[in-house]
């Protein structure tokens, strides 16, 4: 499966937009480890930006982050948001709620907790009406993501915008599934090597033989091994200065994905 | 798209276990609902559950993955004989081509749950025995799943609420496209849990009375729980006269609200017309419509108005959810498979539970039980977040 991407986004810790991180990404510029601010979306309607939880805030912003690399308009755009653990402080304050005596569930909360919830703010924020799906497959989800973004670039014949992100749980839950890092980053697809198309990607699923493509500064292997969203590094780095490179992602528990990327 | 054939299917609700339960079910026009007693849930309002004797734990080497959600999942895929043809598929194509897609809204949330009313009083942390990966996570259904029917291929769970295993089917037909996977499980499944009841609670959408979809006097909707999956192989396999095929899917956003649907179902009208589109067929080639049909107030005013705007008002249409409750992330799949039931038994199911259809609505809505074979019809999914979804099926013949 083959296709062409035309734009990047990428927020995370030290990582302050895709522009900002490439030289970070190759190692030309130092990796200092800040929090990315992320504010409620100006795009959203007041009554909507209120009730933002940070996964909608960091999924919004990378999305828009590509977009800003892009002339495409945002609400003609299919959307893949993928994620393994969605919105866990939700989950929490929830499950603290049940726990408890009143059990008086928060109507927002409730409707935050949906693992499509950035998908729908989005698409409310853009005006965006085509189809937009919202994966989940634990450690696996970018590459998820990625095959799913890919196929539906490629048979229906539309540009794709791909979100992936994932941040770290409040305890009690951090310490049964310990997250590392704000971490979003966004692809923008298309079937064919538009004048905007940078780089090549092909796909193929194999029996797993090797270990998957690491990052060579130890802080950002740290983020690529601690967040699933961080497993996109690899193939962002090779994004950032496109050659002809294999990429190697864990995906599922036998198999690698392997993306062949190609310079335009 | 190219038409691909559902070769074997199954499905488990509160309406009993497996096909002939269904249609026995759906003949005699039962209804799965009862007042609310699940685990220590105190709402006045009526849940379609699966008993929890038939709820038999997971096997043994794949323990971590025990919670009721799964529980489901293994009980729908040892019926019909569908880990039968699942084997043969395995040696057909190879573990590595058949694919997983699979939808879940809460996946095992309710262990989550559970595990919070035992946290530890000085440091608050969850007992040691809570398994995130294998319950909560919504990925535990594809890895158990996957595990359960030894296969390796590409393989995602869906979750984009109550259209979840409505999108799996075209999440599927893309990857079988791009060739990715040869052949695809599609399937999907939603369990019971407190954070959905009191959550529909906190937003009023609860009835207290059996759900009546469509009706002047309904109330809301009635949770339910349930599996369902399918065999989904090319059009090339061979074709018997009952073989059900997928004809088309849609899908849009609504771009309006989190929670409650295009007052016009604009989205709900972009997803049917988008299925009609990848089907290559005219709103008339349409001989039966599953409702979303949740029984609130607003749903079914909204989809009223995208059908009648589409279709008009003659087209037949029903929701079964009187009937099995709301499937939430399973109303997907177990929907499309009353669907193939009616299009292989030859009739179209009424309404369980509306008495009075709402003047205001003018869908051609069935209260009883028509006895017409329909050769292709379609099956609407709508969720929070403006996520919608239809599916066309036909049969072959």
Redesign the interface.
Known sequence: ?RFFVESVGLLGPGLAGWQASRAVLLGTAPHISADVPLPAPELLPAA?RR?TGLPVRLAIAAGLDALAHSTRRG?TLASVFTS???DGQV?HE??????GAE?????TR????????P???W??A?????????????DW?FA?GL??A???C???RAAVLLVSYDLPYP???H???PLEGVVGAALLLVPEKTREAFAGIE?K?E?RVTAPTKMERTSLEALRARNPTGRALPLLRALAAPAATTILLEY????TLRVEVEAL | MNPLTLTHYTLTSSLGAGLEAHVDALRGRRSGLAPCAFESARLDTWVGQVPDQQLASVPVSLARYDCRNNRLAHLALAQDGFDDAVSEARGRYGV?RIGLFLGT?TSG?LE??L???H?DPK????PAD?E??GT????SL??FV?ARLGL??????????CSSSA?VF??AA??M????CDAAIVGGTDSLC??TL??????ELLSPAPCRPFDAKRSGISIGEGAGFALLETASMQLGGDAIQLLGTG?????????TPHPDG??AR?AME?ALASASLRPADIDYINLHGTATRTNDASEDKAVVGLFGDRTPCSSTKGATGHLLGAAGIVEAIVCMLALREGFMPGSANTEQVDPALRVHYLLDNVQQAPGRVMSNSF?????NCSLILGRAG
């Open positions: 499966m909507e009730r609400d393994s653990g969605g989950v929830i499950c603290e709620t049940l726990a059990r008086q569930v928060s109507p409730f409707h935050n907790s949906v693992h499509n919830a998908a729908g703010y698409s409310i853009l005006r965006a009406h085509p189809a937009s799906t919202s994966l989940c497959g634990y989800s998820a095959l799913e890919g196929a539906q490629v048979v229906e305890e009690p839950l310490s049964k599934r796909l699923i029996p599922l528990s036998e198999n | 590595h809204s949330i989550t749950e595990a919070y009313r946290r440091t608050g942390a969850l809570f995130y990966a909560q996570n919504n990925f594809g890895q996957q390796s291929g590409p393989a995602v769970v869906i979750s984009t609420a999108k075209a999440a893309r990857m496209a791009a060739g990715m407190l954070t009191y959550g529909f609670g906190s937003l899908e849009s956003s609504d771009a309006h609200h989190m929670s604009l989205g972009l988008g969720g929070f977040g403006g996520s």
